[in-house]
């Protein structure tokens, strides 16, 4: 059964860092384009970050130049950096992989909260 499992997560000072992971195993990782996105309570789900297979990255307008998307396909594992932090980036954030072909998969991890505040 496909997993995808985020952690990192946790409370942390309006400025600080997360580095946010996610372990992906039962799928061929390198072949999926992973993506970050995020809940904040009352909200819709949002994008945060994007990587495809080719290198290709694309950002919340929200979060560029603070979050960094990242992926070892040894390690099967995508990350998400975090850097200089706002009590806005708090949410639940949730890691993606999708493969786009002749057909379409698509799969979820549960979250881990990121909780900004002073």
């Known amino acids: 059964q496909v997993q995808l499992v985020e952690s990192g997560g946790g409370l942390v000072q309006p400025g600080g860092s997360l580095r946010l992971s996610c372990a992906v195993s039962k799928l061929t990782f390198s072949i999926y384009d992973l993506g970050w996105y995020r809940q904040a309570p009352g909200k819709q789900r949002e994008l945060v970050a994007s990587l495809t297979t080719s290198g290709n990255t694309n950002y919340a307008d929200s979060v560029k130049g603070r979050f960094t998307i990242s992926r070892d396909n040894v390690e099967n594992t995508g990350y998400l950096q975090m850097n200089s932090l706002k009590a806005e980036d708090t949410a639940v954030y949730y890691c993606?992989?999708?493969?786009?072909?002749?057909?379409?998969?698509?799969?979820w991890g549960r979250g881990t909260q990121v909780t900004v505040s002073s």
């Open positions: 993606n992989a999708i493969f786009r072909g002749t057909l379409h998969y698509e799969y």
